[in-house]
Structures are given as C-alpha cells and as structure tokens.
C-alpha cells in the first residue's frame, strides 16, 4: 500500500523558517508529480507549491520568493522551504503526489494526513 508521510512543521515566529519532507512508501513505478497543498480553518484546500520528477516547479503567488520547492527522486521525497513565515501561511499542510503503481497504470493522486504549521505574529 503506498502511503505518504509528512514531517516537520510547528510553531514558528513571523519572520521564521521551518522545513516541511514528504516520503512516498510503497511500490512505486514512477512519480508524474509531488507537492504541497494548505488548508486553513474556514477555507478551501489551495495548492502551495509542486514539482514534476524532472524539476519543473509552480507556486501559488502568494508563495513566491519565499518558499522553495525541491525533490529527491531517489527517495520518493519532496521538500517545501518555507522562509519569511508570515501569520496568514498558518494551516494544516497536506503532501500530495501523483504516481504509476501497479494498481493504477497512468498515475492517481495520494494525499498525506498533514502536519500543521502555525506562525505567530
């Protein structure tokens, strides 16, 4: 069974950075994507930042500049750096990641149980 497993996240000050990993378990045929999505309390689950196995990247705007989406396709792991934490980036963050398996030729999304993240101001 293919699973996701967050780690990180925390209490952070405004101003702070934290470091948010994702391991994908599993078998695992290959990845067509990895990332991050957020949700707040009373607001709609909204894509953060994702990254193909080749490394092409997209962040939401509100992101840019200060976080930073990496992967290391070896480990079936994404990484999202995240710098100059402001109060508003607090939510629950969720690993998301598109992968072949055997069970699923071209490729189904698996979504993590999250890890949440709160700045203070």
């Known amino acids: 069974q293919v699973q996701l497993v967050e780690s990180g996240g925390g209490l952070e000050q405004a101003g702070g950075s934290l470091r948010l990993s994702c391991a994908a378990s599993g078998t695992i045929l290959s990845i067509n994507y990895m990332g991050w999505h957020r949700q707040a309390p009373g607001k709609e689950r909204e894509l953060v930042a994702s990254?193909?196995?080749?490394?092409?990247?997209n962040y939401a705007d509100s992101v840019k500049g200060r976080f930073t989406v990496s992967r290391d396709n070896a480990k079936n792991t994404v990484y999202l750096q995240m710098n100059d934490l402001k109060p508003e980036d607090t939510a629950v963050y969720y690993c998301n990641a598109n992968l072949v398996t055997r069970l699923v030729k071209f490729g189904m999304d698996y979504w993590g149980k999250g890890t949440l993240v709160t700045v203070s101001s």
């Open positions: 990254i193909t196995s080749g490394g092409l990247t």
